[in-house]
């Protein structure tokens, strides 16, 4: 069984007049314009007045940023002026150092982060929707700033991480820290749940059997669906459909067999391919709801709009994560079993096999530890 917390490394920092330079630790880079990362070392951070640093125990390997990012696609071309970077966004870790204004944490708790920053002043975040903060741009796809996706925000892909002390959030003490890593994608499906239209007894399918539609299925169980139909493509049927089933789906089906025989009241696409959203529109009943989670990376979608108006079927979408949806996730995660959602885990010196495992769509979330 885990440690709950390490016994070593822990120091507190309050009245910081300048950052620990005199020591090191090891981080994952993207070193060069080109496939792959690189081990580095780099100063430990020490966190301002208002931060916080973690010592990372799990990161993981996110298959729309970091999994692309190592690969170097097209898309993240973008980064080449800005590199070398440490990226890394889902993490979880022990409370190792707190700045001087920081009162809710004093050092050693466990906990898991939201990766967003946000400004805590704007109308979006007085109302608890912090994921659409408009004072905090970033670098990020989503447009917004972002610890592990951000040019000047270095992500946990490291043995310490730097992040806002506001942005924590404890981990109950059933959760391993590997499970922590799933917590902000759980609170995805949760809120993809709770924004929409969804209704006790409803009947939902979910395209994608990834991380984020794997959340959606257990925040939709959660919530009293009477039918969960999750929907996968030939990759999945020996390994993520079987999930889940294992997680609470009724029914799982290849998006090769077309429309539902039967509609569903909420339709979560959860994929980002476009085929996904084409079967979303011939599946979800007159009157009913799809619920887009997934991203499209391209610009433009076309959208059978006429056809979905005749039948007044709407479309809610959802990105990240707002406050209320962090709190039902993490009392979700205390009487759901979230293992088979997570790994393999592979030491972050293991980094190649970590990426080679998450390519080859092995699990659900692959992570790795610093």
């Not at 920053?117 to 917004?144: A, I, M, W, Y």
């Not at 139909?229 to 609470?248: C, F, N, Q, S, Y």
């Not at 979608?301 to 979905?308: E, G």
């Amino acid at each position: 069984m885990r440690e709950l917390y390490p016994k070593t490394r822990l120091s507190f920092v309050r009245n910081v007049a300048a950052p620990m330079t005199d020591a090191s630790m090891t981080v994952l880079e993207k070193r060069a314009a080109e496939p792959g990362m690189k081990l580095a070392e780099r100063p430990i951070p020490t966190p301002g007045a208002d931060e916080v640093r973690i010592a990372v125990r799990s990161v993981g390997i996110d298959g729309g940023v970091e999994a692309p990012l190592y690969r170097w696609d097209e898309y993240y071309h973008r980064y080449e002026s800005h590199l070398p970077q440490v990226f890394g966004h889902e993490f979880a870790g022990v409370v190792d150092a707190v700045g001087a204004d920081v009162v809710d944490w004093t050092g050693g708790e466990r906990v898991a982060v939201e990766p967003r920053v946000s400004c805590g002043r704007c109308r979006n975040c007085r109302e608890g929707r912090q994921n659409l903060c408009t004072e905090k741009p970033g670098f990020s796809p989503h447009g917004r700033r972002a610890i592990g996706i951000d040019v000047d925000a270095p992500g946990a892909l490291a043995e310490y991480v730097v992040v806002p002390a506001r942005n924590l959030y404890e981990l109950p003490g059933s959760v391993t820290f590997d499970e922590g890593v799933f917590l902000e994608l759980l609170a995805i499906g949760v809120h993809a749940v709770e924004a929409s239209s969804f209704e006790m007894g409803d009947r939902v399918a979910i395209a994608g059997p990834g991380s984020a539609g794997l959340s959606a299925l257990l925040a939709a169980r959660a919530a009293g669906a009477s039918e969960i139909v999750m929907i996968g493509a030939d990759i999945d049927e020996g390994t993520r459909l079987p999930i889940a089933a294992e997680m609470g789906a009724t029914a799982t089906r290849n998006a090769t067999e077309g429309a539902l025989d039967r509609p569903v009241d909420v339709f979560v696409e959860a994929s980002g391919h476009e085929s996904a959203f084409r079967l979303a529109e011939s599946s979800t009943r007159p009157g009913g709801e799809i619920v887009q989670v997934g991203v499209f990376h391209d610009d433009r979608v076309s959208v059978a709009l006429t056809a979905l108006l005749n039948d007044e079927v709407s479309i809610r979408t959802v990105n990240g994560r707002r406050q209320s949806d962090w709190r039902r996730a993490l009392a979700l995660s205390e009487s759901v079993d979230l293992s088979p959602v997570v790994g393999p885990a592979f030491d972050m010196a293991d980094y190649e096999a970590g990426f080679a495992a998450e390519a080859e769509r092995a699990g659900v979330k692959v992570v790795l530890n610093p």
